[in-house]
């Protein structure tokens, strides 16, 4: 089973400001990895898949990069409601699909 | 509206089954993958189940954590999917989620990849 691992496992940022944040996997995963956010009480939202792709409706701000073992996401400027978690999935080697046990982005 | 909706979670003695329900709309369902996923209190994703569409012979995935006790299922003229869970232990209380699979084609086959469409959730609690 691939593990994924994020970090850092909280950022505080304020409005305005860029995140960066990581996800390692424990084994080449090539391209095959995607980013969720999700928001205190609501279900998951699919932002980015094969690393660097955006999902339907995503804003520009997000972008996604890396390859093999290490990924980032990038939020360029963030804005009120980007506050929240963020998982990596990784569809490389499945089952089990396996997530990363996230990042939160909270206001400073 | 493109949607997934989720029921039939509730409170549960350990050992006892239960079956949740994701009722999809706005889309074509018969089309699409479907898969489980369920967040324990405070906790991260787990992936549970995956069920391709009939054109790709409705076959199914599970985590190891629930093979053999959950079934995963779908209902195509209902647009439901079903997660049947059976022999349900503690560590089983979860919020457990539908999504619609993103998947890509693999020669003569069809590989889930991604979720790209998420219901709200129904919240399973097994207590004694």
């Known amino acids: 089973e691939i593990v994924l691992t994020q970090s850092p496992a909280t950022l505080s940022l304020s409005p305005g400001e860029r995140a960066t944040l990581s996800c390692r996997a424990s084994q080449s995963v090539s391209n095959y990895l995607a980013w969720y956010q999700q928001k205190p009480g609501q279900a998951p939202r699919l932002l980015i898949y094969d690393a660097s792709n955006r999902a339907t409706g995503i804003p520009a701000r997000f972008s996604g990069s890396g390859s093999g073992t290490d990924f980032t996401l990038t939020i360029s400027s963030l804005e009120p409601e980007d506050f929240a978690v963020y998982y990596c999935?990784?569809?490389?080697?499945?089952?089990?699909?396996?997530f990363g046990p996230g990042t939160k982005v909270d206001i400073k | 509206e493109v949607q997934l909706v989720e029921s039939g979670g509730g409170l549960v003695q350990p050992g006892r089954s239960l079956r949740l329900s994701c009722r999809a709309s706005?889309?074509?369902?018969?089309?699409?993958?479907m898969s489980w996923f369920r967040q324990a209190p405070g906790k991260g994703l787990e992936w549970v189940s995956c069920?391709?569409?009939?054109?790709?012979?409705?076959?199914?995935d599970y985590a190891a954590s629930v093979k053999g006790r959950f079934t995963i299922s779908r209902d195509d003229s209902k647009t439901i999917a079903y997660l049947q869970m059976n022999s349900l232990k503690t560590e089983d209380t979860a919020v457990y989620y539908c999504a619609r699979v993103l998947g890509y084609s693999y020669g003569f086959d069809w590989l889930p990849g991604y979720f790209d469409l998420w219901g709200r959730g129904t919240l399973v609690t097994v207590s004694s």
């Open positions: 069920i391709r569409s009939k054109a790709y012979g409705g076959t199914t």
């Open positions: 999935q990784q569809r490389s080697n499945w089952p089990p699909f396996t």
């Open positions: 706005g889309f074509s369902f018969g089309d699409y993958a």
